[in-house]
Structures are given as structure tokens and as C-alpha cells.
């Protein structure tokens, strides 16, 4: 992989560190609010739908895990703010993990043509990138969630 495992980990932990932040800020009860209906996402659903990112991006489509995901169902998963980090901390371990193994596997471990990679070159570097670039987006959501929901 041309990023390094540890400066890719870092990037994840910053993008997870500020969303937990958000849902500290919330409570336990704002944090499953939906800040303008049903329409929109509640930070607990973005944390969630974050850690499926992850395990999608990284697991199953760069290391060839099954996936099991149930996209629609994580944004509507409601979680207290200690249990929304027990998940984080559990998915930024296998984050650590699949970084490192992503190095072994080299460019064809996933298609170099996918359309919803930023930079589609076939490098893991690129795979990694795209996730960190979805971490950030959400991490705006959060903000954007727990802003509206001050204004109620």
C-alpha cells in the first residue's frame, strides 16, 4: 500500500474521535434524534453507518471478506453514547488490522475500475483514501445533525 497503515489509521481515528465528540456533546438521548425527521440522520446512525463503511470498504471489498451489511439498517440503529464507542473502539481495532493486511494483498484484491472510488488508479492507497474521504463527509453530517438539533 503507497499510505502507510499508521498514517491511514491516524486519519480514521481523527474522523472517529470528532464524530464521538459530537455524540458526547449530544447525550444519549439527542444522539438518536433525527435533527429534521425522518428524512435526515441521527449522529448515532451516521457512527453506525461509519463503522459499516469501514468494514465494507476495507474488509469486503479490499480484503474479500463476506459481507453481511444491512446499509439501510444502520442508519437507523439507535445506540447510548458509551455503546456508540465500544463499536467504534471494536471497528478501529479491525481498521489497524485490515490496514496492515491490506499491504500484503496488493491491487487486485478489488476492482481498479469501481465508479465510487475518487481516484480509481487499482491501488489500495486509493481504497484508503475513499474511506477516509467517507469518514470526513459523515463527520460533517454529525456536525451538521447536532447543530440543528441545538437550534430546536
Do not use: E
Given at each position: 500500500m503507497e499510505l502507510a497503515p499508521r498514517t491511514a489509521s491516524g486519519y480514521v481515528r481523527l474522523a472517529f474521535d470528532q464524530m464521538l465528540a459530537v455524540a458526547g456533546r449530544l447525550g444519549d438521548v439527542d444522539v438518536n434524534e433525527r435533527p429534521l425527521g425522518p428524512g435526515t440522520n441521527s449522529?448515532?446512525?451516521?457512527l453506525v453507518h461509519c463503522c459499516g463503511v469501514a468494514e465494507f470498504w476495507l474488509g469486503h471489498v479490499g480484503l474479500g471478506r463476506e459481507s453481511q451489511r444491512d446499509r439501510a439498517a444502520e442508519f437507523s440503529t439507535t445506540a447510548t453514547v458509551a455503546g456508540l464507542h465500544e463499536r467504534v473502539d471494536a471497528t478501529r481495532r479491525r481498521i489497524d488490522d485490515?490496514?496492515?493486511a491490506l499491504q500484503g494483498v496488493g491491487t487486485s484484491a478489488y476492482a481498479a475500475d469501481r465508479q465510487d472510488l475518487t481516484v480509481a488508479d487499482g491501488?489500495?492507497?486509493a481504497l484508503v483514501l475513499h474511506l477516509i474521504e467517507e469518514l470526513f463527509q459523515h463527520l460533517g453530517h454529525c456536525e451538521m445533525a447536532a447543530d440543528a438539533l441545538a437550534r430546536r
Open positions: 449522529v448515532a446512525g451516521l485490515d490496514l496492515v491501488s489500495d492507497a
